[in-house]
Every structure is written in C-alpha cells, then in structure tokens.
C-alpha cells in the first residue's frame, strides 16, 4: 500500500484540559500577586504588620557585610538595574523573533517589561516613599523614590515570563511538567537574589521588595492569561489516521498466482458452453 508523505501539522491550540490549566494558573498568579501588593502597602501606610520589620531587617544586613558578598551583590544589582532589564529584555525578544519567526511571544516580553516600567513610575510617585539612610548607599547616592523596587520589580517580570515562554514554546504535556518547576523555581530564585541585593546594599527597605514580588507575580500572571486566550482562539487541528499518516486509495490488484488458482466453470457448465458455441 502506497503511502503518502506526512502531513505537516497545522498550529493547533493545545488540550481544553490545558486551556484551563493555564486559565487556573493565570488567574491564581494575578490574585496572589494583587494580595501581596495590597498587603504590604496598606502595611506601609500604616505604619504596622510587616513594615515593622523593615528597620531591623536594614539594620541587621547592614551590620553583617563582607567584601566577598558585596562584590557579587552590586554585579547582581548592576545588571539588572532597570537600564540594563531593558536592554536585554529588547535584544531577547529581538533574538526570539529572529530564531523562532514570530511576533507574539516577543512582543508579550516587550510589553511585560514596558508595563513594569510604567507601574513601578506610577505608584512611586503616587506613594511617595523614601529609601533608607543615604550613609547605608554601597554605590553611591540614589535620590529615586523607594516603593516598590523596580529592580525587583523588573527582575522578576522578566524571569518570570521568560521561563513560561520557554516552557510554553516547547508544549503543555505531562512531560514537561517537571521542566516547567524547574524553570519557574529558578526564575524565583533569582527573583530573590536581586531582592536580597537590594536590601543588602541598603536601598531599600523590605517592604518595598515584597511589594515587587507581588506584582511581578501580577504581570507574570497576566501574560499567561493573554497567552492562553490567544490559543484557545487557535484553530483546531485536522484529525489524522491513528498512525498520524494520511493514506491514499490504490486500486486492488490480486497477484497471478490467485488468479491462476480461482476455479473455473464446473464440466457440465463447459459442455452447455462448447453445444452453444457449435450450434453458433
């Protein structure tokens, strides 16, 4: 049997199951995300809950540095300092779309990273906060406003959202499941060094960091969910055989030897058949 060429496969949106997982974990991100913020900046206005802990947490990093610590630290905070999470979000997205030729995961991280940038301006300014001690600086003065950390804040978004790019690039079955930990655990973990880095180096106070981490979860949160309902609206792929190959029709043509071995007419078939053929 002939076999045609496999089919290539349409861009497909993936499982309904998956759909609402995606739904679930966007929805449970931004939900997580906004409570921490709020939390921590009525802590703040208020003078009470968590924002008690800002002072002593200063104080006792401040108290404890070394020169080894120091000198990762300010590498950590000098890389991703807003300037810089912006260059390399651009030349990512740019290699992405470059690599993979598409333009909407690319732009997803772009607009992420220029959200970040607009909100972090946005309540700074609206909350008003100041940092710590100009004296506790390691690396000069700072006179920006304190609430939220935008290195933080941008650090986070970018790990964040890189990772379920990755992840998501690659598929949403079982298998991957694992990979997808791995690289959301890793992205929260360098969410944490730029926030201890930060506190560290004495710009900011604990508060502020938290509030950072809420609403990189927010926006992380919210690019799933743009992500998702832009497949859901995917076309659904055209059902192939089971085998995954198209199959076309041929003509059925028995061997010789089949039809060698078909009987023929009985004998008194053939006697009728040889009268009829001398009476003609």
């Known amino acids: 049997m002939l076999l045609a060429q496999r089919a290539p496969r349409p861009p497909a949106r993936p499982p309904l199951t998956s759909q609402r997982r995606l739904f679930f974990v966007a929805a449970g991100m931004l939900i997580a ?19 008690a802990l800002d002072a002593p947490v200063h104080d ?3 108290a404890s540095r070394n020169p ?41 991280l772009i607009g992420a990273m ?10 700074k300014h609206d909350v008003g906060r100041g940092r710590p001690a100009a004296s506790d600086f390691l690396l000069g003065p700072d006179d920006a406003l ?32 694992s990979t997808s930990v791995l690289a959301f655990a890793a992205a929260a973990a360098g969410t944490l060094v730029v926030a201890f880095s930060r506190l560290y180096l ?3 106070w604990l508060t502020d960091v938290l509030a950072a981490m809420g609403l990189a ?34 003509p059925e043509v028995r061997p010789a030897a ?21 009476r003609g």
């Open 258 to 278: 089949v039809r060698l071995s078909e009987p023929g007419p009985s004998e008194p078939d053939a006697h009728r058949l040889g009268d009829h053929h001398r």
């Open 146 to 177: 304190s609430f939220p950390s935008g290195h933080t804040f941008g650090a986070g978004v970018f790990l964040c959202v890189v990772s379920y790019l990755l992840v998501a690039a690659r598929g949403t079955r079982t298998s991957k499941q």
């Open 68 to 108: 080894l610590a120091t000198a990762f630290l300010a590498a950590v905070t000098t890389v991703t300092s807003p300037l810089w999470m912006t260059v390399i979000g651009c030349a990512v997205a740019l290699a992405w779309a470059v690599w993979k030729r598409e333009v909407w995961r690319p732009a997803l």
């Open 202 to 204: 004495g710009y900011h």
């Open 114 to 123: 220029a959200a970040t940038f607009a909100v972090s301006t946005l309540i």
């Open 60 to 62: 006792r990093l401040v």
């Open 33 to 51: 995300g906004e409570t921490i913020f709020w939390t921590v900046l009525a802590a703040v206005q208020s003078n009470s809950g968590v924002a």
């Open 217 to 250: 979860l927010a926006v992380t949160g919210i690019v799933i969910l743009a992500d998702a309902l832009r497949a859901s609206m995917a076309p659904r792929p055209v059902p192939l055989t089971r085998a995954g190959i198209l199959r076309r029709p041929v």
